[in-house]
Nanobody
Framework: QLQLVESGGGLVQPGGSLRLSCAAS????????IGWFREAPGKEREGIAC????????YYADSVKGRFSISRNNTKNTVYLQMDSLKPEDTAVYYC???????????????????WGQGIQVTVSS
């Protein structure tokens, strides 16, 4: 059973930056596509970024495109979400997730992901 653990959340002022980490228990991340999701109070969980193991491509939701960046460190079995120019509307619980169908391009649909982290709070406020 793959385990994912997020870290790096917290409180940041508008315009600031945070980097979230997602550490995986698997020997390698090559068997998984990885996605980042978030859930704000009263809203549904939305996919915001994903990394395709198949070809190394990335995909972003329009709400974060140009501000967030997903990357992977194979040596550390960790996936990162660099978040810049943060806005109050980015406030949410952030989750990383893994899809064991690594041989397809990643998607931001939560239903395809098989494993989830416990989530971490990000609050953007002055």
């Amino acid at each position: 059973q793959l385990q994912l653990v997020e870290s790096g959340g917290g409180l940041v002022q508008p315009g600031g930056s945070l980097r979230l980490s997602c550490a995986a228990s698997a020997p390698t991340l090559d068997d998984y596509a990885i996605g980042w999701f978030r859930e704000a109070p009263g809203k549904e969980r939305e996919g915001i970024a994903c990394f395709s193991t198949m070809d190394g491509s990335t995909y972003y939701a329009d709400s974060v495109k140009g501000r967030f960046s997903i990357s992977r460190n194979n040596t550390k079995n960790t996936v990162y979400l660099q978040m810049d120019s943060l806005k109050p509307e980015d406030t949410a619980v952030y989750y990383c997730a893994a899809d064991d169908d690594w041989f397809r391009l990643c998607v931001l649909a939560r239903d395809v992901y098989d494993y989830w982290g416990q989530g971490i709070q990000v609050t953007v406020s002055s």
